[in-house]
């Protein structure tokens, strides 16, 4: 079983862990095994806010949208997915020379991340859907159903 564990490089470059002794004991129990280090640094993701103005106001306007000029009836998960494999989908290379794009998750986005993925929305929504997408602290008109 993996051990995750958080810790700090001081200024010094000293690795400081955050639980040493869960350490030590993850070492003696498997003594004489080969293991893979992996260090990485920690992201800030996507904050409370930021994932609530996605579904309450972007997913929301775009879905309304879509469901406006298609024949295709759209909900906030397709419209999810649909906007994942746009703004944040890796290619991927098939052995006969083709590619597919892949929907890459984006709750492992950091805040900056996800402030490029909603700007690159944004800029859709403008262009191709022809609607405005206020800022997230930006007052607007309520309008209720």
Do not use: C
Not at 37 to 57: A, E, F, H
Request: hydrophobic share 35%.
């Amino acid at each position: 079983m993996p051990l995750n564990l958080g810790g700090t490089i001081d200024e010094n470059g000293k690795l400081q862990v955050y639980a040493p002794d869960e350490l030590r004991r993850y070492i003696n129990a498997h003594r004489g095994e080969v293991v893979v280090l992996s260090i990485k640094l920690k992201k800030q993701k996507r904050s409370t806010p930021q994932n609530d103005y996605y579904w309450g106001v972007v997913v929301d306007k775009i879905r309304r949208r879509f469901n406006e000029l298609g024949e295709y009836s759209f909900d906030d998960t397709l419209t999810h997915e649909f906007l994942k494999k746009e703004f944040n989908g890796k290619e991927v290379n098939l052995k006969n020379g083709n590619y597919v794009v892949v929907p890459e998750s984006t709750t492992e986005l950091s805040t900056i991340e996800f402030m490029i993925y909603l700007e690159k929305i944004k800029e859709f929504a403008a262009t191709v859907l022809d609607i405005y997408i206020p800022d997230p602290n930006e007052p607007t008109d309520l309008t209720i159903y």
